[in-house]
């Protein structure tokens, strides 16, 4: 989807060991599956070459905003590509108090032809929801504004998260976007959430305490807070 051109990039430790698994026990050598087909949805057609340094361009400010909260790291290839490359957001935090930006665990995708970029945003203690999804729209915002100063291509984004950052990022992804209709945020052209969320009000009594997570981020306790819990969801 985020590759029209199908021309494959070399491929990444995982996939060469997903395409040629190691040789399995005694026990399931006579009835070993066929190898998995990988579809990288993802792929690149500008391979980064062996040994090219990773260039980081950190603590990027987004929106106009000028505190330390509301920025984004940026991971590009150190050598020259042709065309622009594919994106890849990682959104930060396990419980919507955002995280170290650099504590970004798919930086690795730099080397195979990707610019990966690492947003944070207010955490909820401090604004509440949806404060924590208009940050993520202005960081992505002010990415795409500046696409071709970092050689970016903007019909080619994914968002990725795990925990709230993934709760962020589908929501990015799948939600209206103030003024500009419904349906899916037209940046975003794939979504990947890791273990998040995606229904607050079902999250059970442990999370409708004002003091739980889910809680500080609707600003109280979810069953007093149900219309703003659906609307997080």
């Given at each position: 989807?985020?590759?029209?051109?199908?021309?494959?990039?070399p491929?990444?430790?995982l996939?060469?060991?997903?395409?040629?698994?190691?040789?399995?026990g005694?026990?399931?050598r006579s009835?070993?599956?066929?190898?998995l087909?990988?579809?990288?949805t993802?792929?690149?057609?500008?391979?980064?070459?062996d040994?090219?340094?990773v260039?980081?361009h950190?603590?990027q400010?987004?929106?106009g905003?000028?505190?330390a909260?509301r920025r984004?790291?940026?991971h590009l290839p150190?050598?020259?590509?042709a065309?622009?490359l594919?994106?890849?957001v990682w959104?930060s935090?396990d419980?919507?108090q955002?995280?170290?930006?650099?504590d970004?665990?798919?930086?690795?995708?730099?080397?195979?032809?990707y610019?990966?970029?690492?947003i944070?945003?207010?955490p909820?203690?401090?604004?509440?929801f949806?404060?924590?999804l208009?940050d993520c729209?202005?960081?992505?915002a002010?990415?795409v504004?500046d696409a071709e100063?970092?050689?970016v291509d903007p019909?080619?984004?994914?968002?990725i998260?795990?925990?709230a950052?993934?709760?962020l990022?589908?929501?990015?992804?799948?939600c209206?976007?103030?003024?500009?209709?419904?349906?899916a945020?037209p940046e975003?052209t794939a979504?990947?959430?890791v273990?998040?969320?995606t229904?607050?009000a079902?999250?059970?009594a442990?999370q409708?305490?004002?003091?739980?997570a889910?809680?500080?981020?609707?600003?109280g306790p979810?069953?007093e807070?149900r219309?703003?819990a659906?609307e997080a969801s």
């Amino acid at each position: 989807l985020l590759s029209p051109v199908p021309r494959p990039a070399p491929a990444c430790s995982l996939c060469a060991l997903v395409a040629s698994p190691a040789s399995a026990g005694p026990l399931f050598r006579s009835a070993r599956p066929p190898p998995l087909s990988v579809a990288a949805t993802l792929q690149s057609p500008f391979a980064a070459g062996d040994g090219d340094a990773v260039l980081a361009h950190r603590g990027q400010p987004y929106g106009g905003h000028d505190d330390a909260r509301r920025r984004f790291d940026l991971h590009l290839p150190g050598a020259c590509v042709a065309g622009s490359l594919p994106l890849v957001v990682w959104i930060s935090g396990d419980d919507w108090q955002g995280g170290p930006r650099a504590d970004c665990p798919v930086t690795w995708l730099v080397e195979h032809g990707y610019a990966v970029a690492s947003i944070d945003y207010r955490p909820c203690t401090a604004a509440v929801f949806p404060a924590p999804l208009e940050d993520c729209r202005e960081a992505l915002a002010t990415l795409v504004r500046d696409a071709e100063t970092w050689g970016v291509d903007p019909a080619r984004i994914c968002v990725i998260g795990r925990g709230a950052g993934g709760h962020l990022a589908t929501l990015l992804a799948l939600c209206e976007t103030p003024g500009k209709g419904t349906g899916a945020t037209p940046e975003v052209t794939a979504a990947c959430a890791v273990a998040a969320p995606t229904h607050l009000a079902s999250l059970g009594a442990a999370q409708e305490r004002a003091a739980a997570a889910a809680g500080r981020l609707v600003g109280g306790p979810i069953v007093e807070l149900r219309e703003v819990a659906r609307e997080a969801s």
